[in-house]
């Protein structure tokens, strides 16, 4: 089986930043794409940013030039550096894996997978 733990969240004032990480443990073969989604209260999930495993990044409109994706391919890990942060990126930000090959029990399958969330409160 295969677990996303995610760490950094917290509370933070408007100008401030804070550093999400998200670690993928289990039988990994390969993780294809690694980002994260936040949700906010009344809101459907969205895409905040993702990256390749090339190292080929997409950004949210309403994040670019704040936020920054990073990813360590050896560690299985992605990163988000938030800074300038805003009251409306008050959300819970979940952390996703896509296309992740796992092997397992002699047979390798793809599938995708989804860290438990983390809150992120930006204070005006």
């Known amino acids: 089986q295969v677990q996303l733990v995610e760490s950094g969240g917290g509370l933070v004032q408007a100008g401030g930043s804070l550093r999400l990480s998200c670690a993928a443990s289990g039988s990994i073969l390969v993780i294809n794409a690694m980002g994260w989604y936040r949700q906010a209260p009344g809101k459907q999930r969205e895409l905040v940013a993702i990256m390749t495993r090339g190292g080929s990044a997409n950004l949210s409109d309403s994040v670019k030039g704040r936020f920054t994706i990073s990813r360590d391919n050896a560690k299985n890990t992605v990163y988000l550096q938030m800074n300038s942060l805003k009251p409306e990126d008050t959300a819970v930000y979940y952390c996703?894996?896509?296309?992740?090959?796992?092997?397992?029990?002699?047979?390798?399958?793809?599938?995708?997978?989804w860290g438990q969330g983390t809150q992120v409160t930006v204070s005006s």
């Open positions: 996703n894996a896509e296309g992740v090959t796992v092997y397992s029990s002699g047979t390798a399958y793809r599938k995708d997978y």
